[in-house]
């Protein structure tokens, strides 16, 4: 299993009940296809640098997690038809980002979920 980030931007105008249930709905879809949430972080509300879908603010959100490969293209095509979703982007992360992350103490949050404000 490779190791990804993903960060994704939901419609800020989605009330907090809303937000949550995306982020367990995303992190289930993770987890129902093998894969195991290493972190989630919300960023919060920010600014968007050009509209996107008439949404001028986006609630951003970061997921690490791990899974297998070929599930990423099911991911991606759960996110296309994900109402709350705006945008989204997933890298898959190389030997020394990973470690990067494990100097961090990431690996020992193990699917602890952060708010930023």
Do not use: C
Not at 3 to 17: Q, R, T, V, W
Not at 26 to 37: D, L, P, V, Y
Not at 38 to 53: D, R, S, T, V
């Amino acid at each position: 299993m490779n190791i990804y980030e993903n960060i994704i931007i939901l419609n800020a105008s989605l009330p907090d009940e809303e937000i949550d249930t995306a982020v367990s709905k995303i992190k289930e879809f993770i987890t129902s296809q093998g894969g195991e949430i290493i972190k989630i972080n919300i960023w919060g509300k920010k600014k968007l640098a050009y509209e996107i879908k008439r949404q001028k603010k986006g609630l951003y959100v970061l997921f690490v997690y791990k899974i297998p490969p070929l599930t990423i293209k099911k991911l991606e095509e759960f996110y296309r038809v994900f109402d709350p979703l705006i945008k989204h982007i997933i890298i898959k992360l190389g030997a020394k980002q990973v470690e990067d992350l494990e100097k961090v103490g990431v690996s020992s949050e193990s699917g602890e979920q952060k708010r930023e404000g």
